[in-house]
């Protein structure tokens, strides 16, 4: 086989790697595709590919985030991590473990560790690599990569929200709020909230938004109760997708172009937290994108429909 096909088997893995390390698509893509270019620009074939490119990739990731958090922190409202609408990696052995890592709730867990503990944290805890992989990815002794990996672990635990682990319920519950929200019955989207709900707004600072953190379900109802109305008068689409592996949708103009996706994180049978991305920045990825400003005006001024 050669490097070129060793490297698109492995570039799924690398990639899940990357974006789980980064909480970005495009930084992912930058760093998988700066992985190739260093495993082809190789004189002599290593033992392992596989071993190669998770190094590489690991650590392009680990020097990126590093120079990003300064950025994170001057951002302009809440930062939340570029939506995923499919994880090109699959194994049925780690099924549980993909899936759980990518939500947003994990990534934003995954935010408050260092780089270097991320990184093994994802390794490990993700994708199983044993210790002495870990140690020679990171760079690292195998005993300080246990150390980083407790430590992970711990921060992890302690912040990590107990959500509704039958995916059945979840999609249930997501599925009449999506109806809900189609059908503008805000009493019925009310009637889902958790008493303690958050919404949670990623504009960036370059497209519409309410409070960039809006709690309680009298509050998050209220802006429901504008917000909704909006959508059906500008005759928007909401597209129910899975976004990081937890349920929620995609809000398109009338003429299909992305506006801002949503996801739902469900506990206790109802909403507990709304994570909406209205950055255009975060949004390219999956799709040609509508002016939200414009959308916006149309709405307003568009009379209500009729009943």
Avoid at 32 to 55: D, G, I, N
Avoid at 147 to 168: I, P, T
Wanted: overall charge negative; hydrophobic content about 45%.
């Amino acid at each position: 086989m050669g490097k070129a096909e060793e490297f698109e088997e492995l570039r799924p893995l690398l990639f899940s790697i990357a974006y789980r390390i980064l909480g970005s698509v495009s930084e992912a893509e930058d760093a998988v595709q700066e992985s190739w270019m260093r495993y082809q620009a190789t004189t002599t074939r290593p033992a392992s590919a596989k071993a190669f490119l998770s190094t590489v990739v690991t650590r392009l990731s680990i020097d990126v985030l590093r120079s990003a958090r300064v950025r994170r922190e001057e951002y302009v409202g809440p930062w939340l991590p570029e939506p995923l609408l499919t994880d090109p990696y699959e194994d049925p052995a780690r099924a549980a473990e993909l899936a759980d890592s990518l939500s947003t709730a994990a990534l934003l867990l995954l935010e408050r560790l260092s780089p270097l503990e991320r990184a093994v944290f994802v390794l490990r805890e993700v994708f199983a690599f044993d210790f002495p992989a870990i140690a020679a990815t990171v760079g690292r002794s195998e005993a300080a990569c246990h150390q980083l990996a407790v430590r992970a672990r711990r921060h992890m635990g302690a912040g990590r929200a107990r959500f509704e682990a039958d995916r059945k319920d979840r999609e249930e519950l997501a599925g009449r709020f999506f109806d809900a929200f189609r059908e503008g019955d805000v009493d019925a989207l009310t009637e889902l909230l958790a008493a303690d709900v958050q919404m949670i707004g990623d504009s960036g600072g370059k497209a519409p938004r309410f409070q960039p953190v809006i709690s309680g379900a009298e509050r998050v109802a209220g802006v429901l109760a504008v917000f909704v109305p909006l959508v059906i008068r500008g005759a928007g689409v909401v597209e129910p997708r899975q976004v990081n592996g937890q349920p929620g949708a995609i809000l398109r103009d009338r003429e299909g172009h992305v506006l801002s996706t949503w996801t739902l994180d469900v506990r206790d049978g109802r909403l507990q937290t709304i994570h909406t991305v209205n950055n255009p920045d975060k949004l390219s990825h999956i799709g040609p994108l509508a002016d939200a400003w414009q959308a916006l005006r149309e709405a307003t001024a568009a009379p209500p429909p009729e009943h």
